[in-house]
């Protein structure tokens, strides 16, 4: 299996994007991603599951991002995702040069992981 991490990468932001505009619960938010780039890049959700967090690190934990997680202050209300302001072109780009400056490694070995998993010996 051949993953093209740079198409990936513009793939799973730019749908992040298109997304939040309907302020989404997370959940939602979360498997739709997975869905849409599964389906266009042919990959299993499992797969896209299996790469999610560096992309969900720079979205809701580093400041970085015309994201925000928006938490649930009342029972019974979900969690959701919302778009902090219109963003353009250059903003996806610029997200998915800083997510694989900061975790290229880091997906490689996640692909590589999933692609070659580990097998216990039988014993």
Known sequence: MRIDIEKFAETYIREAFRLSKKNPS?????????????????????????????????????????????QAHVPGETNSVKL?????ERDIQNLKELILDKYKTYLDSRVSSYVNPVRKKAG
């Not at 979360?30 to 959700?45: E, Y």
């Not at 902090?84 to 353009?88: A, C, D, E, V």
């Open 26 to 70: 997370l959940n939602s938010f979360d498997n739709n991603i997975r869905a849409f780039v599964s389906k266009k890049l042919k990959l299993s959700k499992n797969f896209v599951g299996h790469l999610h967090h560096a992309f969900h690190w720079e979205f809701f934990c580093n400041n970085n991002s015309l994201l925000e997680y928006v």
């Open 84 to 88: 902090k302001s219109l963003y353009k």
